[in-house]
Protein backbone atom coordinates (compact mmCIF):
# COMPACT_ATOMS: atom_id res chain seq x y z
CA UNK A 1 0.00 0.00 0.00
CA UNK A 2 2.74 2.58 1.07
CA UNK A 3 4.58 1.93 -2.46
CA UNK A 4 1.33 2.43 -4.43
CA UNK A 5 0.42 5.64 -2.34
CA UNK A 6 3.93 6.82 -3.09
CA UNK A 7 3.51 6.22 -7.17
CA UNK A 8 -0.03 7.48 -7.05
CA UNK A 9 1.77 10.97 -5.29
CA UNK A 10 4.43 11.13 -8.16
CA UNK A 11 2.22 10.64 -10.86
CA UNK A 12 -0.33 13.10 -9.83
CA UNK A 13 2.32 15.87 -9.55
CA UNK A 14 3.72 15.14 -12.41
CA UNK A 15 0.50 15.35 -14.46
CA UNK A 16 -0.31 18.83 -12.85
CA UNK A 17 1.26 21.06 -15.51
CA UNK A 18 -2.02 23.04 -15.51
CA UNK A 19 -0.84 24.21 -11.46
CA UNK A 20 1.26 26.98 -13.55
CA UNK A 21 -1.95 29.15 -13.10
CA UNK A 22 -1.36 28.89 -9.32
CA UNK A 23 0.59 32.20 -8.57
CA UNK A 24 2.18 30.71 -5.06
CA UNK A 25 3.88 27.00 -5.38
CA UNK A 26 6.23 25.70 -2.96
CA UNK A 27 8.76 22.63 -3.16
CA UNK A 28 8.75 20.02 -1.14
CA UNK A 29 10.53 16.68 -0.96
CA UNK A 30 11.25 17.76 -5.34
CA UNK A 31 7.24 18.11 -5.64
CA UNK A 32 5.72 21.03 -6.98
CA UNK A 33 2.49 21.97 -5.23
CA UNK A 34 0.32 25.25 -4.64
CA UNK A 35 1.21 26.86 -1.25
CA UNK A 36 -1.44 25.98 1.25
CA UNK A 37 -2.37 29.51 3.41
CA UNK A 38 -3.81 28.55 6.65
CA UNK A 39 -7.04 30.98 8.14
CA UNK A 40 -6.37 32.23 11.81
CA UNK A 41 -9.68 30.50 12.94
CA UNK A 42 -8.53 26.82 11.50
CA UNK A 43 -7.37 24.56 13.95
CA UNK A 44 -4.19 22.01 13.08
CA UNK A 45 -6.38 19.44 11.32
CA UNK A 46 -5.86 15.73 12.09
CA UNK A 47 -6.92 12.41 9.72
CA UNK A 48 -8.06 9.13 11.09
CA UNK A 49 -5.82 7.94 7.85
CA UNK A 50 -2.44 9.72 9.10
CA UNK A 51 -0.19 7.49 6.82
CA UNK A 52 -2.89 8.12 3.78
CA UNK A 53 -1.37 11.26 1.94
CA UNK A 54 -4.18 10.59 -0.57
CA UNK A 55 -6.15 13.19 -2.23
CA UNK A 56 -2.15 15.54 -2.48
CA UNK A 57 -3.36 19.46 -3.02
CA UNK A 58 -1.91 18.45 -6.35
CA UNK A 59 -4.80 16.12 -7.22
CA UNK A 60 -7.86 18.58 -5.43
CA UNK A 61 -6.61 21.11 -7.57
CA UNK A 62 -6.80 19.26 -10.79
CA UNK A 63 -9.98 17.72 -9.84
CA UNK A 64 -11.48 21.15 -9.67
CA UNK A 65 -10.21 22.01 -12.63
CA UNK A 66 -12.21 19.92 -14.23
CA UNK A 67 -15.72 19.67 -12.44
CA UNK A 68 -15.09 23.24 -13.25
CA UNK A 69 -14.68 22.68 -17.15
CA UNK A 70 -17.72 20.46 -16.89
CA UNK A 71 -19.94 22.70 -14.40
CA UNK A 72 -18.43 25.89 -14.67
CA UNK A 73 -17.23 28.21 -11.68
CA UNK A 74 -18.69 28.67 -8.11
CA UNK A 75 -17.72 31.79 -6.30
CA UNK A 76 -16.66 31.76 -2.23
CA UNK A 77 -19.36 33.28 -0.50
CA UNK A 78 -18.36 36.50 1.67
CA UNK A 79 -19.45 36.73 5.13
CA UNK A 80 -20.80 39.98 5.68
CA UNK A 81 -23.97 41.95 7.66
CA UNK A 82 -26.25 40.59 5.05
CA UNK A 83 -25.26 37.08 5.29
CA UNK A 84 -28.10 34.59 6.53
CA UNK A 85 -28.83 34.23 10.25
CA UNK A 86 -26.78 31.73 11.83
CA UNK A 87 -30.11 29.99 13.42
CA UNK A 88 -31.63 30.50 9.93
CA UNK A 89 -28.73 28.03 8.29
CA UNK A 90 -29.17 25.87 11.07
CA UNK A 91 -32.45 25.32 10.88
CA UNK A 92 -32.46 24.82 7.13
CA UNK A 93 -29.31 22.52 7.06
CA UNK A 94 -32.14 20.59 9.98
CA UNK A 95 -34.43 20.49 7.42
CA UNK A 96 -32.26 19.61 4.31
CA UNK A 97 -31.30 16.15 5.96
CA UNK A 98 -31.70 13.16 3.97
CA UNK A 99 -33.93 14.69 1.53
CA UNK A 100 -33.24 17.31 -1.62
CA UNK A 101 -32.48 20.97 -1.59
CA UNK A 102 -35.73 21.73 -3.03
CA UNK A 103 -38.04 19.81 -0.64
CA UNK A 104 -36.23 21.31 2.36
CA UNK A 105 -36.30 24.92 1.14
CA UNK A 106 -40.04 24.41 0.46
CA UNK A 107 -40.61 23.28 4.53
CA UNK A 108 -38.23 26.28 5.22
CA UNK A 109 -40.42 28.52 3.85
CA UNK A 110 -44.02 26.98 5.22
CA UNK A 111 -42.57 26.83 8.35
CA UNK A 112 -41.60 30.05 8.25
CA UNK A 113 -44.84 31.74 6.82
CA UNK A 114 -46.71 29.60 9.57
CA UNK A 115 -44.17 31.07 12.06
CA UNK A 116 -42.55 34.57 10.96
CA UNK A 117 -40.22 34.33 14.41
CA UNK A 118 -38.64 32.04 16.04
CA UNK A 119 -40.16 33.52 19.27
CA UNK A 120 -43.69 31.92 17.44
CA UNK A 121 -41.92 28.84 16.52
CA UNK A 122 -40.74 28.72 20.32
CA UNK A 123 -43.97 28.08 22.06
CA UNK A 124 -45.78 26.46 19.07
CA UNK A 125 -47.51 22.90 19.48
CA UNK A 126 -45.16 20.32 17.93
CA UNK A 127 -47.66 19.02 15.99
CA UNK A 128 -48.17 22.25 14.43
CA UNK A 129 -44.60 22.66 13.52
CA UNK A 130 -44.55 19.33 12.43
CA UNK A 131 -47.47 20.15 10.01
CA UNK A 132 -45.33 22.68 7.79
CA UNK A 133 -42.37 20.46 7.76
CA UNK A 134 -43.71 17.18 7.03
CA UNK A 135 -42.89 17.22 3.20
CA UNK A 136 -39.08 16.33 4.36
CA UNK A 137 -40.25 13.23 6.61
CA UNK A 138 -39.06 12.36 9.94
CA UNK A 139 -41.19 15.68 10.77
CA UNK A 140 -42.00 14.74 14.81
CA UNK A 141 -37.99 14.38 15.38
CA UNK A 142 -37.05 17.34 13.15
CA UNK A 143 -39.60 19.49 15.19
CA UNK A 144 -38.58 18.13 18.40
CA UNK A 145 -34.79 19.28 17.42
CA UNK A 146 -35.49 22.64 15.86
CA UNK A 147 -37.72 23.65 19.20
CA UNK A 148 -35.40 21.85 21.61
CA UNK A 149 -32.47 23.91 20.28
CA UNK A 150 -35.22 27.33 20.64
CA UNK A 151 -35.85 26.23 24.29
CA UNK A 152 -32.01 26.10 25.07
CA UNK A 153 -30.96 29.37 23.84
CA UNK A 154 -33.78 30.69 25.46
CA UNK A 155 -32.53 29.38 28.96
CA UNK A 156 -28.77 30.03 28.23
CA UNK A 157 -29.06 32.90 26.89
CA UNK A 158 -32.32 34.89 26.63
CA UNK A 159 -32.34 35.38 23.05
CA UNK A 160 -33.18 32.90 20.03
CA UNK A 161 -30.06 34.19 17.93
CA UNK A 162 -26.92 32.13 17.42
CA UNK A 163 -24.68 35.12 15.91
CA UNK A 164 -22.30 34.13 19.14
CA UNK A 165 -21.01 31.79 16.66
CA UNK A 166 -19.19 34.28 14.23
CA UNK A 167 -16.91 34.92 17.36
CA UNK A 168 -15.99 31.09 17.99
CA UNK A 169 -13.26 29.06 16.97
CA UNK A 170 -14.21 26.76 14.14
CA UNK A 171 -13.58 23.63 17.27
CA UNK A 172 -15.58 25.68 19.30
CA UNK A 173 -18.52 26.21 17.08
CA UNK A 174 -18.87 22.66 16.43
CA UNK A 175 -18.65 21.69 19.42
CA UNK A 176 -21.46 24.07 20.39
CA UNK A 177 -23.74 22.90 17.49
CA UNK A 178 -23.03 19.01 17.81
CA UNK A 179 -24.37 19.08 21.03
CA UNK A 180 -27.78 19.91 20.73
CA UNK A 181 -28.95 16.15 19.66
CA UNK A 182 -30.23 15.72 15.89
CA UNK A 183 -26.89 17.92 14.82
CA UNK A 184 -24.11 15.95 13.49
CA UNK A 185 -20.72 16.69 12.26
CA UNK A 186 -22.16 16.98 8.71
CA UNK A 187 -24.46 19.78 9.71
CA UNK A 188 -22.46 21.83 12.01
CA UNK A 189 -19.44 22.06 8.81
CA UNK A 190 -22.44 23.10 6.66
CA UNK A 191 -22.58 25.92 8.94
CA UNK A 192 -19.29 26.75 8.88
CA UNK A 193 -19.01 26.94 5.59
CA UNK A 194 -21.76 28.03 3.88
CA UNK A 195 -22.62 30.52 6.79
CA UNK A 196 -20.03 31.42 8.71
CA UNK A 197 -18.11 31.09 5.52
CA UNK A 198 -15.06 29.52 6.97
CA UNK A 199 -12.90 26.58 5.37
CA UNK A 200 -15.01 23.55 5.99
CA UNK A 201 -15.49 20.39 4.16
CA UNK A 202 -18.57 18.75 4.81
CA UNK A 203 -19.08 15.23 3.44
CA UNK A 204 -22.60 14.48 1.95
CA UNK A 205 -23.66 11.03 0.91
CA UNK A 206 -22.51 12.34 -2.97
CA UNK A 207 -19.13 13.62 -1.91
CA UNK A 208 -18.69 10.60 0.06
CA UNK A 209 -19.36 8.15 -2.84
CA UNK A 210 -17.14 10.10 -5.27
CA UNK A 211 -14.52 10.26 -2.68
CA UNK A 212 -14.31 6.65 -2.28
CA UNK A 213 -14.50 6.06 -6.33
CA UNK A 214 -11.52 8.11 -6.35
CA UNK A 215 -9.44 6.19 -3.35
CA UNK A 216 -9.23 9.30 -1.79
CA UNK A 217 -9.83 7.45 1.45
CA UNK A 218 -8.07 4.12 1.97
CA UNK A 219 -10.76 1.83 2.04
CA UNK A 220 -14.38 1.48 0.84
CA UNK A 221 -15.38 0.75 4.70
CA UNK A 222 -14.63 4.15 5.27
CA UNK A 223 -17.34 5.85 7.25
CA UNK A 224 -18.98 8.99 6.17
CA UNK A 225 -17.05 10.88 9.67
CA UNK A 226 -14.27 9.65 8.76
CA UNK A 227 -14.32 10.74 5.28
CA UNK A 228 -14.64 14.39 6.43
CA UNK A 229 -12.21 13.94 8.99
CA UNK A 230 -9.57 12.91 6.47
CA UNK A 231 -10.64 14.78 3.51
CA UNK A 232 -10.74 18.19 5.59
CA UNK A 233 -7.30 17.59 7.03
CA UNK A 234 -6.15 16.95 3.01
CA UNK A 235 -8.47 19.49 0.86
CA UNK A 236 -6.22 23.04 0.85
CA UNK A 237 -8.50 25.28 2.71
CA UNK A 238 -8.54 27.72 -0.63
CA UNK A 239 -10.79 25.46 -2.93
CA UNK A 240 -13.01 23.60 0.03
CA UNK A 241 -15.78 25.25 -0.48
CA UNK A 242 -15.81 25.26 -4.24
CA UNK A 243 -14.69 21.70 -4.72
CA UNK A 244 -17.70 20.79 -2.00
CA UNK A 245 -20.00 22.54 -4.07
CA UNK A 246 -18.88 21.19 -7.37
CA UNK A 247 -18.37 17.25 -5.79
CA UNK A 248 -22.42 17.32 -4.61
CA UNK A 249 -23.44 18.80 -8.22
CA UNK A 250 -21.11 16.31 -10.10
CA UNK A 251 -22.94 13.64 -7.56
CA UNK A 252 -26.37 14.74 -9.15
CA UNK A 253 -25.82 14.69 -13.15
CA UNK A 254 -22.82 12.20 -13.72
CA UNK A 255 -23.40 8.67 -14.73
CA UNK A 256 -20.75 7.46 -13.32
CA UNK A 257 -20.41 9.26 -9.88
CA UNK A 258 -24.37 8.87 -9.09
CA UNK A 259 -26.25 6.11 -6.86
CA UNK A 260 -26.73 3.31 -8.94
CA UNK A 261 -25.29 5.21 -11.83
CA UNK A 262 -29.07 6.52 -11.47
CA UNK A 263 -28.60 10.52 -12.14
CA UNK A 264 -31.20 12.93 -10.13
CA UNK A 265 -30.63 15.65 -13.43
CA UNK A 266 -30.08 15.41 -16.80
CA UNK A 267 -26.76 13.42 -17.44
CA UNK A 268 -24.00 15.25 -18.59
CA UNK A 269 -22.70 13.90 -21.90
CA UNK A 270 -18.78 12.33 -19.82
CA UNK A 271 -17.44 12.30 -16.77
CA UNK A 272 -14.42 14.49 -16.16
CA UNK A 273 -13.40 12.41 -12.74
CA UNK A 274 -10.94 9.51 -13.77
CA UNK A 275 -9.79 7.24 -10.74
CA UNK A 276 -6.30 6.58 -12.01
CA UNK A 277 -4.42 8.92 -14.23
CA UNK A 278 -1.68 7.66 -15.83
Keep these: MKSEVKNEVKREVQSTSPLKRVKSEVKTENKTVPRVSRNKNTRTLSSPFPKYKLPTP ?26 VPVLDSLVRTILSQNTTDITSARAFKQLKTRFPSYEEIEVAKLKDIENEIKCCGLAEKRAQVIQTILHTLRRERDELSMEYLHKLSDEDVKKELCRFKGVGPKTAAC ?22 RLKWVPSQAATREQTYLHLNARIPDEIKYQLHVHLVEHGKCCKKCAKNNKPRREPIPFCPLTVDKK
Design 58 to 83: AMAYRALRELESVHGIKKKPTNTSNS
Design 191 to 212: VLMFCLCRPEFPVDTHVWRISK
